[in-house]
C-alpha cells in the first residue's frame, strides 16, 4: 500500500472490458454462485477451492454486481506473498492451509487452540454478499462464505478486562517467500475494538463464491470487516488475542500517519497522499463516490457516535 498510488494501478493490470462483459453476461444468464466459482477455476488460479456444502443466504446482501471470481483470485493484496497485486495468485500456492489451528487467547475464560476442520463446522455457513473497498481506492463485491465472528468469542466468554481483538496472521518463511523482505514488520497484525468484531456484519470467513477460499484471498480463514477499508480484514490468521489495550497493527507500525486503527471508510477524510472521495470498481470504467462506511453507516454508526472521525481515522 506504501507502494502503489491508485493512479498507478489502472488499466494496465485489469482484466480488459470486453473479458468482463462475456463474463458478466455469463453469470446474469446462470445466476449461479457454483458456475462462476468453477469458470474460475477452469482459469487456473492458484489454489483449487472445494464447495462448501449446506450455506445458507446471510443478512446485508447487496444485490450489487458481484466481482467476477476471476478477478477476485487474481487481482489481491497479500504481502506475504508478494507486492504486487498479481503476486499472490501467482506465488500463494506454496501455502498450506491444511493442518492449520487458530489459537484464540489474552483475556477469555476458554482459551484454546480451533483446528480449521472444527471452526469451519462451529456455526452454519452463510453467504453474504459484502462491498470491499481497498485504501488504495479500487473496490469490490464479494460474496463470502462464513459466520459472524461473534459466534466464535462468545463460545470463548470474553473476560470484563477484554476490549479489543488483536489478529495475527501467519509468519512462514518456507510457505511464504515475500516475508524474507522487510517490506511489513512481520507477521502481519490487525485489530479491532470489541463491539467492532461482536458486530454482525464482522465475518470469520472460511470460503467465496461457495468455495473454500483460495490460498491469495487468505486460507484457510481470514477475517472481514465490510466497513472498514480492506487491510483491516486480516487473511490466514493463526492467532485472535483478547486485550485490554488498543493494539498496533502492522500497518499503524509501518505508516502510523497514514494508517490508523479504525480506518473506517470515510469519502471525507482523506488518506495523507491521496483522496479518498471516489473508488473504482473493479471491472468499471468510471470512478463512483465512495459511501461513508462503505454503505454500511445504517448498520454500524452508531458505534462511532460522538467520536471524531478526522481524529479516530
Ligand atoms: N492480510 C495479510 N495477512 N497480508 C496482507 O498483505 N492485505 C490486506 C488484507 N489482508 C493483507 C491482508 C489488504 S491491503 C487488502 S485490500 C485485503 O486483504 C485484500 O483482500 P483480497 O485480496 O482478498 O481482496
Known sequence: MLIKHPLDIFPSEITPPEVYRGRRAFMRATGSLALAGSLGLQAGNAAAGVKLAGTR????????????????????????FGTDKADPARNAGSLKPRPWSVQVDGLVKRPGHYDIDALLKLASLEDRIYRMRCVEGWSMV???????????????????GAKYLEFTT?????????????????????????????????????????????????????????????????????????????????WMQAAPREYGFYSNVNPEVDHPRWSQAKERRIGEFFKRKTLPFNGYGEQVARLYAGMDLRRYF
Open 57 to 80: 443466504p446471510g443478512p446485508y446482501g447487496t444485490r450489487e454486481e458481484m466481482t467476477p471470481y476471476k478477478d477476485v483470485t487474481t487481482y489481491n493484496n497479500f504481502y506475504e
Open 170 to 250: 501467519l509468519n512462514d518463511r518456507s510457505q511464504m517467500p515475500g516475508v524474507r523482505t522487510s517490506v511489513l514488520d512481520w507477521p502481519y497484525t490487525e485489530g479491532l475494538r470489541l463491539d467492532e468484531a461482536r458486530h454482525p456484519l464482522t465475518l470469520l470467513a472460511v470460503g467465496l463464491y461457495g468455495e473454500t477460499l483460495a490460498n491469495q484471498n487468505g486460507a484457510p480463514v481470514r477475517i472481514v470487516v465490510p466497513w472498514k477499508y480492506g487491510f483491516k480484514s486480516a487473511k490466514s490468521i493463526v492467532r485472535i488475542r483478547f486485550v485490554d489495550k488498543q493494539p498496533v497493527s502492522a
Open 142 to 160: 464479494i460474496p463470502w462464505v462464513g459466520y459472524p465472528l461473534n459466534e466464535l468469542i462468545r463460545r470463548v466468554e470474553p473476560l470484563g
